[in-house]
């Protein structure tokens, strides 16, 4: 999963404050749905990343809604470069959402490492097999 900017030459003028996150999502349109990286969200819009890079070449994506950790919002490609796609939301999303996700994204990437972890202490007890 890259996490490279869409455009590292372009200084920050955005109007929001952006969250890096790195949570998995999904982009839905009316081509399907397609599983994304969330690579940062702010109240206007995100920068997410697919993860299938056949779906990258392939989907000509205009309007979506953005689905992550159990919120939502309608949005518009407004740039894309290979996987990489910069969404303005249609409506702003609430402080208490880009809070909320910046939280649970924090509890999603502990325990994943967590349950990378088990398998390697079962393992040293002689409990697991692999």
Not at 30 to 47: F, N, P, T, Y
Not at 113 to 126: M, V
Request: proline share 4%; hydrophobic share 40%.
């Amino acid at each position: 999963m890259d996490g490279k900017p869409l455009d590292p030459e372009t200084p920050h003028n955005r109007g929001f404050l952006r969250v890096a996150l790195g949570v998995l999502g999904h982009l839905e349109t009316l081509e399907g749905r397609k599983r994304v990286e969330i690579m940062d969200l702010s109240q206007g819009g995100a920068h997410a990343v697919f993860l299938d890079e056949a779906d990258a070449a392939k989907l000509d994506v205009n309007d979506c809604v953005l689905r992550w950790l159990g919120f939502d919002a309608f949005g518009t490609v407004t740039r894309r470069d290979g996987a990489h796609l910069a969404i303005a939301f249609d409506e702003l999303l609430r402080p208490g959402v880009i809070k909320e996700t910046n939280k649970q994204a924090a509890l999603v990437v502990r325990n994943e490492f967590g349950e990378r972890k088990l398998p390697s202490r079962l393992w040293a007890k002689g409990i697991y097999s692999a």
